[in-house]
C-alpha cells in the first residue's frame, strides 16, 4: 500500500502497474490493498500472471480498461473460509467481527463492484473449498480483467507507465530511483 501511495505522489497522471502472482491470502491485506487503490487519484493497471482467492479482487480493482491478463494466466476463485486460513484466523477473524459470512459478503461485493455482475452469478464459484479456475479469455468475458495481452503487449504497457524520463510529464525519475532503492 505504502508503495501505490507513494508512486501517486510522484506523479498521479502516469499509471502504475502492479503485477500480480499470488495464490491469494489474508482479507485485511486484500482490503488495504483494494481500499488503496481504488481511493488513488492514479490510473492503476492490473497485470495477472495467476491469482487466485483474495488476489483476485485486486487483478479485478485496475482501473476499468486497464486490467489485463497474460495469455498463459488463469484466476481462481473459491471460498475455503473466504480466505481465512493459518496463523491469520484470530487476527482476521477480528478484523472482520468474527463473521465469515461477512467476509464472504465482502469478497463476494468487491467481485459484483469490479465486474458488474450480481452475487448471484458468483455463488457456483465459489460454494466450496475447490477452485474454479478461469482461463484469460473466460476472465475476460466475466469482467475481471479487461483484455489478454497478446505479442509485445507487456512492452506497450512499459511505455506507458515508465516514459522515457524527459517526456515524463511532472514525473521525476530520481525520486523513483531513490523509492526503489530504500
Known amino acids: ?5 507513494q508512486l501517486s505522489a510522484i506523479n498521479r497522471e502516469t499509471p502504475i502497474m502492479l503485477c500480480v502472482q499470488s495464490g491469494g491470502g489474508a482479507v485485511d491485506a486484500m482490503t488495504a490493498i483494494v481500499d488503496t487503490m481504488r481511493t488513488l487519484p492514479t490510473p492503476i493497471i492490473t497485470v ?4 487466485a482467492s483474495a488476489a483476485v479482487p485486486i487483478v479485478a480493482a485496475g482501473t476499468r480498461g486497464m486490467r489485463y491478463a497474460m495469455p498463459s494466466s488463469e484466476l481462481g476463485l473459491h471460498s475455503n473460509g473466504a480466505g481465512i486460513g493459518g496463523i491469520q484466523d484470530q487476527r482476521a477473524l477480528k478484523s472482520i467481527n468474527g463473521d465469515f459470512a461477512s467476509v464472504r459478503r465482502k469478497y463476494v461485493g468487491y467481485l459484483t463492484k469490479f465486474t458488474g455482475k450480481d452475487a448471484k452469478f458468483f455463488r457456483p464459484y465459489i460454494h466450496d473449498s475447490e477452485v474454479t479456475w478461469f ?18 503487449g507487456f512492452g506497450a504497457l512499459m511505455d506507458r507507465v515508465m516514459p522515457q524520463p524527459q517526456a515524463r510529464a511532472g514525473g521525476d525519475a530520481a525520486a523513483i530511483e531513490e523509492m526503489f532503492r530504500r
Not at 500500500?1 to 501511495?5: G, H, I
Not at 473466460?138 to 483484455?147: C, F, K, S, T
Open 1 to 5: 500500500c505504502n508503495a501505490l501511495t
Open 135 to 152: 482461463g484469460p479469455e473466460a476472465a475476460v468475458e466475466i469482467g475481471l480483467v479487461d483484455a489478454v495481452l497478446g505479442d509485445g
Open 48 to 51: 495477472n500472471y495467476s491469482a
